[in-house]
């Protein structure tokens, strides 16, 4: 079956960083792509960053460009989201998904992780 594990999340002081990662398991990554989502209290669910699994090909929303990596080790079918530079505004659940090809659309994926929660404060 195929599961997502997020973890990394945590509480971090603006302007400090946090690297999420996303472990894979029933299946290979090499053929899928992963994408990074988040959902803060009361708001809907937003793509934040995908890669792709052809060419590492990376896409990233423009709340997060110039912060944000993502990127992936195949060896360890996970993948993984620094973020640097954080911004109260961060604040949410991030959850990792994947499927066939890469979108920041979160209604175009079937299979999500649990989610992780990162915390920006003072």
């Known amino acids: 079956q195929v599961q997502l594990v997020e973890s990394g999340g945590g509480l971090v002081q603006p302007g400090g960083s946090l690297r999420l990662s996303c472990a894979a398991s029933?299946?290979?990554?090499?053929?899928?792509?992963i994408g990074w989502f988040r959902q803060a209290p009361g708001k809907e669910r937003e793509g934040v960053s995908c890669?792709?699994?052809?060419?590492?090909?990376?896409y990233y929303a423009d709340s997060v460009k110039g912060r944000f990596t993502i990127s992936r080790d195949n060896a360890k079918n996970t993948v993984y989201l620094q973020m640097n530079s954080l911004k109260p505004e961060d604040t949410a659940v991030y959850y990792c998904?994947?499927?066939?090809?890469?979108?920041?659309?979160?209604?175009?994926?079937?299979?999500w992780g649990q989610g992780t929660q990162v915390t920006v404060s003072s």
């Open positions: 029933g299946f290979t990554l090499d053929y899928y792509a």
């Open positions: 890669i792709s699994s052809s060419d590492g090909s990376t």
């Open positions: 998904a994947t499927d066939l090809r890469p979108s920041l659309s979160p209604y175009e994926y079937d299979y």
